[in-house]
């Protein structure tokens, strides 16, 4: 679990000092904190892949379920879906959801 904690801040610091390399005009919109998603799940994978109950498929199916719900607001609310800003907006979206998931899951394996 340490070592969990250890590689993504890790990962966010190498990935910093690569997009400070950067030139600015040629920095991609994407921040450091946008590779969270992937390491959350993942993370969330190996502390709880062998609990009883069906942890991780819960979490996916919350997220997918808010993802209907977020696209189906969007696309209601501004009457179309542009893809470049809907897409970044569901993705830091989606670091704010399984964030949490990673630190709920990060406080029930301290608990357990």
Same mark, same amino acid.
């Given at each position: 679990?340490?070592?969990?904690?250890?590689?993504?801040?890790?990962? #966010? $610091?190498?990935?910093?000092?690569?997009?400070? /390399?950067?030139?600015?005009?040629?920095? &991609?919109? /994407?921040?450091?904190?946008?590779?969270?998603?992937? #390491? *959350?799940?993942? $993370?969330?994978?190996? +502390? *709880?892949? %062998? =609990?009883?109950? &069906?942890?991780?498929?819960?979490?996916?199916?919350? =997220?997918?379920?808010?993802?209907?719900?977020? %696209? /189906?607001? =969007? !696309?209601?609310?501004? !009457?179309?879906? #542009?893809?470049?800003?809907?897409?970044?907006?569901? =993705?830091?979206?989606?670091?704010? /959801?399984? +964030?949490?998931?990673?630190?709920?899951?990060?406080?029930?394996?301290?608990?357990?």
């Amino acid at each position: 679990m340490i070592m969990q904690i250890i590689i993504l801040i890790a990962v #966010l $610091f190498i990935l910093r000092v690569f997009r400070n /390399l950067i030139p600015k005009a040629q920095r &991609p919109r /994407l921040r450091p904190i946008d590779c969270l998603p992937l #390491l *959350s799940l993942w $993370f969330i994978w190996q +502390l *709880s892949h %062998t =609990w009883a109950d &069906p942890w991780f498929a819960a979490i996916v199916f919350i =997220w997918m379920v808010i993802s209907i719900i977020l %696209t /189906l607001w =969007w !696309g209601f609310s501004k !009457g179309e879906l #542009l893809w470049n800003k809907f897409l970044l907006f569901y =993705w830091r979206m989606t670091d704010i /959801l399984l +964030l949490l998931a990673y630190l709920v899951t990060l406080i029930r394996v301290l608990i357990r």
